[in-house]
C-alpha cells in the first residue's frame, strides 16, 4: 500500500500555510511535506503535526541565492559557507519535524563554469550527508526536467546516480519524481525497479500539466501498486497542481488515502 | 473516434497467419496491419481482407535478412539496390491490397559505416520511395524504435525520424509514432505528439513495460487515444503488442473503440 503523502506548497492553497497541515489530515493523508518551512517556526508546525498526527516526511534546504534570487548556491563555488549556514538551517528544522529526508537542491547551471559547479556540488552533496546524517536525516539528490527549469544542472536518473557516486557518502540517496522523469526519460516503471535501493523518495504528478494522477499520460494506478510489487516502503509525495479545489481532485487517490 | 487497426505479427498468434484477418474481423477490427506480406500471394492476402471487409492498414517495406538479425535496409550505402528492389516489390503487394502505408525500416548501426553517412543514405532512400508512390495515395513512413528491444537501432527518436522525414521533403513521406518505443527511448508522449502531429502519418501503441495490452503498464491511454483524436489525427492507431493472454480475452480496453 503506497503511503501518499501532501506537498503543501502545491496543495491545499485554498488555505493559509500553517492551516494546510489540518486540511491535508482531514482529507485523509498521514504525512506531509514543504520545501519552504522555514517561515514558520519550528513548534508550531511540531504543534499542527501533533494534532493532526501527521509525519512530516521532507523539507528543502534553502537554496536561493540572496543576490540573483536563482535556487543554485549548491553549485557556486563563491557559495560554499552560505550553502553550509543553510544545511545547518534544514538539519535543524528537519531535526525539529521529525522528517526522513531533506531535498539538499541543486539548481540551474546559469552562467557558472560546469566543471567548477559539479566540484562545489560534489563537496557540498557530501557536506550536507554528513551533517544531515548527525541528526539521522537522509541528504536527497533530485533531478529535475529542463522544460520547467531549463538549465537544471541534474535533470535525469543517470545524472543523479553518477553525482551520488561521485559524492560517495552513504547518507545520500535519490528523491526519484515520477513526473520530471516522465518529461526527461520516460520508461518510468523499470527505472525505479532498477534504482530501488538508491531511492528512499518519490514524487509524483501527472504530464502534462503537473496536475492530479488521471488528468494525463502516465498511469498512476498501475504505477503506485507496482511500487508495492516492487516492495518499496517509503512515501510518495503529491507534488502537483491540483486542477481545482484540492479536496475536489483527490479522487485519484480515494484507493490510497 | 479513434481507429483502431489489428496488428497480426503481434496479434492473433492463436491462428495461422491468413486466419487472423478472420480472427480480427470478428473481435471488431476494421483495419488491419502486420510486419510482411510477402510469404504469400498477393491475391490470396486480398481474398482474406475481401471476405473479412478489412482495410490493409499498413506493412513494411522489405527489411533485409529478418531471420539472420536485419531490421531494416535503408541507412547502408551498400544495399541501396535492395532498399530500392524492396520499394518495387512492396508496392506491387500495397497496389493490390489496397494499402496506403508503407513503413520503412532504417536498421541497426553496422561498423564502417558513419551515423552521418547513414542518415543520408536513408534521406536518399526515403526519397527514391517518395517518388516510386508519386501517382498513388501511398504514404511511405519512417519508425523510430526503441534500442532496448532492438540493440542497435539507428533510428530511436522521435527528432531522429522527423529530422529524416523533413529531409525528404515531400508531401507523401511522414513519421511513424509508436507510443511504445517513444515512452521507452524519451517519455512526454503526448508532448511529443502535439509538436509532431504535422508530420505524423500512423501512430502504433502498446503498454509499457512488457509491450502488451493497453492497462497494463505505466501509460495512460484512456487518455492518450482520445487526446490524439482531439489534435485533429483522423488516421489509424495499430495495435502492435504482444497479448499478454488471449488476443480476444484481451481486448476489453478497446471495447469503446470497436
Not at chain 1, 130 to 146: D, P, Q, R, S, Y
Not at chain 1, 181 to 198: H, R
Not at chain 2, 106 to 129: P, R
Amino acid at each position: 500500500m503506497p503511503k501518499l503523502e501532501a506537498n503543501l506548497q502545491f496543495m491545499f492553497n485554498e488555505y493559509d500555510l500553517i492551516d494546510r497541515y489540518d486540511a491535508a489530515a482531514r482529507a485523509g493523508f498521514k504525512g506531509v511535506e514543504l520545501q519552504a518551512p522555514y517561515s514558520l517556526p519550528i513548534p508550531q508546525i511540531v504543534e499542527r503535526l501533533e494534532r493532526n498526527n501527521l509525519k512530516h516526511v521532507i523539507i528543502n534546504s534553502p537554496s536561493a541565492d540572496p543576490d540573483t534570487g536563482r535556487l543554485n548556491i549548491s553549485l557556486r563555488a563563491d557559495r560554499v559557507d552560505l550553502y553550509k549556514e543553510r544545511t545547518a538551517q534544514a538539519a535543524e528544522y528537519a531535526a525539529g519535524l521529525g522528517c526522513i529526508g531533506v531535498n539538499i537542491g541543486c539548481g540551474e547551471i546559469d552562467d557558472i563554469d560546469p566543471d567548477e559547479a559539479r566540484a562545489t556540488l560534489i563537496s557540498n552533496m557530501r557536506h550536507a550527508a554528513e551533517e544531515l546524517g548527525k541528526v539521522g536525516v537522509v541528504a536527497l539528490v533530485e533531478a529535475i526536467n529542463t522544460r520547467d527549469r531549463p538549465g537544471f544542472f541534474i535533470n535525469t536518473t543517470k545524472q543523479a546516480l553518477d553525482t551520488i557516486a561521485e559524492a560517495d557518502h552513504p547518507n545520500l540517496a535519490i528523491l526519484y519524481d515520477f513526473y520530471h522523469m516522465q518529461i526527461m526519460e520516460g520508461d518510468l516503471t523499470l527505472t525505479v525497479k532498477e534504482n530501488l535501493s538508491s531511492i528512499k523518495h518519490m514524487q509524483l504528478a501527472d504530464n502534462p500539466g503537473r496536475h492530479e494522477p488521471g488528468t494525463g499520460e502516465i498511469n498512476y494506478d498501475n504505477l503506485l501498486q507496482h511500487l508495492d510489487e516492487i516492495g518499496y516502503e517509503g512515501w510518495v509525495g503529491c507534488e502537483y497542481n491540483p486542477s481545482g479545489n484540492t479536496e475536489q481532485t483527490l479522487g485519484w487517490a480515494s484507493a490510497w488515502l | 473516434m479513434t481507429k483502431l487497426a489489428a496488428n497480426l505479427s503481434m496479434m492473433f498468434n492463436e491462428v495461422d497467419f491468413l486466419d487472423r484477418f478472420e480472427a480480427a474481423a470478428k473481435a471488431g477490427f476494421k483495419g488491419v496491419e502486420y510486419l510482411f506480406p510477402y510469404e504469400y500471394p498477393a491475391e490470396q492476402i486480398k481474398e482474406k481482407l475481401d471476405q473479412n471487409n478489412l482495410t490493409q492498414v499498413l506493412f513494411d517495406f522489405p527489411a533485409g535478412d529478418w531471420d539472420a538479425g536485419d531490421r531494416g535496409c535503408a541507412s547502408f550505402p551498400d544495399r541501396v539496390g535492395e532498399f530500392q528492389d524492396g520499394v518495387g516489390k512492396a508496392v506491387e503487394y500495397a497496389k493490390v491490397l489496397g494499402c496506403e502505408r508503407l513503413t520503412v525500416l532504417a536498421g541497426k548501426a553496422t561498423s564502417g559505416v558513419s551515423a552521418i553517412t547513414m542518415h543520408q543514405t536513408l534521406i536518399d532512400n526515403l526519397k527514391f520511395a517518395s517518388q516510386a508512390v508519386e501517382d498513388t495515395n501511398i504514404t511511405v513512413l519512417l519508425e523510430a524504435i526503441n534500442t532496448i528491444d532492438i540493440p542497435g537501432y539507428s533510428v530511436f527518436r522521435t527528432n531522429q525520424s522527423r529530422a529524416a522525414v523533413e529531409a525528404a521533403g515531400a508531401d507523401n513521406v511522414k513519421v511513424q509514432y509508436d507510443i511504445y518505443h517513444m515512452q521507452i527511448m524519451e517519455g512526454d508522449v503526448t508532448r511529443a505528439i502535439n509538436v509532431n502531429m504535422d508530420v505524423i502519418g500512423h501512430f502504433q501503441l502498446a503498454d509499457n513495460p512488457g509491450r502488451h495490452e493497453p492497462g497494463t503498464g505505466e501509460i495512460n491511454y484512456d487518455f492518450l487515444l482520445p487526446h490524439i483524436d482531439s489534435k485533429g489525427y483522423d488516421g489509424w492507431v495499430g495495435c502492435e503488442y504482444a497479448p499478454a493472454g488471449d488476443t480476444v480475452a484481451g481486448l476489453t480496453w478497446a471495447a469503446k473503440y470497436l
